[in-house]
Each structure stands twice: as structure tokens, then as C-alpha cells.
């Protein structure tokens, strides 16, 4: 296996960057399509991506690894849904 493979930890850090920018993308295609408030979108968001960083930051406390900052991806999505 190569040296700069990424671990598991970052392959979990990796994925859970992907769950959040998906979940911001389908909620910003609701907001297109009408069938949810810019708002509500932006609430739903933050609430799904903040509960996942507090997640990712207990498991890594558990493993006892540095945690990922994902809020500041979080804060990235909600700003950009209009």
C-alpha cells in the first residue's frame, strides 16, 4: 500500500465533506424547483451538517486524532443558498 494512501480516518473525514455538500446540493435544487424557502433550506443545512461535525469531532476525540473543520464547509453552504 502506498505511503500517502489516506487512512481511514481521512477517507471518514473525506465522506462526511461529501454527505454534507450533497445534502446542501439537493436542498439547493428544492429551493430552484420551489418546493422549499431559501431559508428553510439554509436551516436544514446547518442543522444536518452541525449535527456531522459534532459527530466527526467525537470520533475524533475517540481516536484521538485531530478533527475536521467542517463547520467552516457548513458555513461555506448555507451561505451560498439563495
Not at 459534532?54 to 443558498?81: G, H, M, S, Y
Amino acid at each position: 500500500m502506498s505511503s500517502n494512501a489516506p487512512t481511514v480516518i481521512e477517507t471518514l473525514w473525506q465522506r462526511l465533506a461529501e454527505e454534507i455538500r450533497s445534502h446542501a446540493l439537493s436542498r439547493m435544487r428544492d429551493v430552484a424547483r420551489g418546493a422549499e424557502t431559501p431559508e428553510l433550506a439554509r436551516l436544514l443545512v446547518e442543522k444536518y451538517g452541525m449535527g456531522l461535525a459534532k459527530a466527526a469531532a467525537l470520533a475524533a476525540d475517540v481516536f484521538d486524532v485531530p478533527a475536521p473543520d467542517l463547520t467552516r464547509d457548513v458555513d461555506k453552504l448555507v451561505a451560498e443558498i439563495a
